[in-house]
């Protein structure tokens, strides 16, 4: 996993054109501002496969994947403010989108509750991923999902 400066993200990289894996990898000193950068990163990284790699990237998958970051941004400005590293990893088909921050409070979803205001976000992220995992690190923790990059034949939009 590389890491970039604070300063923004960088493009696209493949890394062993045997392995097929494409990276991308961003660090933020997360706060409410900075939620919109993720999504943008998000955004350009999924393009810049489509532009530069000619990979089939659905426009449910650029949505979704940055619906999915901005949730997972937002748990990070609310209950982590600090660096926040965002690695994007493309293989086989599928976008993992991997969020590590300082904090070590773990994320649980809470019980559905139609009538709840707010904190819906993980519920929305675990609605919207194919896979979902969190992983305590040395310092801090680490959250992992993944999604399709393109729509599967008879696959209905959620």
Known sequence: MEQQPTSGPAAPEEKGTSTGVILGSAVYEMSSGKIAHTRAFVREFLLELRSRHG????????????LI???????????????????????????RISVWDSGTLLPEPEQADPSRVGRHGLE??????QSFSVHREPVGKRVR??????????????
């Open 55 to 66: 990979m089939n990237v659905s426009r449910r998958a650029v949505d979704t994947a940055q």
């Open 69 to 95: 970051v901005s949730e997972l941004a937002t748990n990070v400005a609310k209950y982590a403010p600090g660096p926040c590293q965002v690695d994007l990893e493309v293989f086989g088909g599928l976008l």
């Open 124 to 129: 929305i992220v675990l609605l919207a991923c």
């Open 145 to 158: 999902v993944e999604i399709p990059l393109h729509d599967s034949p008879g696959r209905t939009p959620a």
